[in-house]
């Protein structure tokens, strides 16, 4: 690997940690100007069914505030990044843990999801930006229903 391979990677790398770093500490901004180019291509079948979308990098990121603001914490980690560039464009993989926690009456406070990311990356003015995400579940614990209490009580509240 050549020494602008090299930095590539690790800045590819970098910028998918951010996601989930920037996702945690619920920073909103910083994960839109940092992280994700205008438009990203999700893919969250595997989880929720459906179909994989389009979205403005803005309304991802306002799903996913609603979707986690009202838990107590979260905790999304990534590791074995293998990562392949040609030119702009990149393809990163990653395997993740994300731990979502939400003391509540109604089961158990946390669930905990592992499966793998890929992302696709396109570098603009030198930095890489995220403009793919597909997540792939492959195994779960705990209670998935704290992610959707919030919303349910906001419906019947």
């Keep these: 690997m050549t020494g602008s391979g090299l930095v590539d990677r690790l800045d590819i790398v970098d910028v998918c940690t951010r996601m989930c770093w920037h996702t945690d500490k619920r920073e909103w901004e910083q994960l839109r100007s940092a992280v994700f180019a205008e438009k990203v291509l999700v893919d969250y079948t595997s989880l929720n069914g459906g179909e994989p979308a389009e979205l403005a990098a803005d309304d991802l990121i306002a799903a996913w505030r609603g979707l986690l603001s009202e838990l107590t914490a979260t905790q999304h980690l990534l590791t074995n990044h293998l990562v392949r560039t040609d ?65 349910m009580e906001r419906k019947n509240g």
């Design 87 to 151: 030119g702009d464009t990149a393809v990163a993989t990653a395997d993740f843990q994300a731990t979502h926690l939400l003391p509540n009456a109604l089961g158990g406070p946390m669930w905990t999801l592992g499966g793998h990311y890929r992302f696709t990356l396109r570098r603009s003015a030198a930095e890489w930006r995220i403009d793919g995400l597909t997540m792939t579940a492959v195994w779960a614990e705990g209670n998935r229903q704290i992610l959707e209490r919030p919303s």
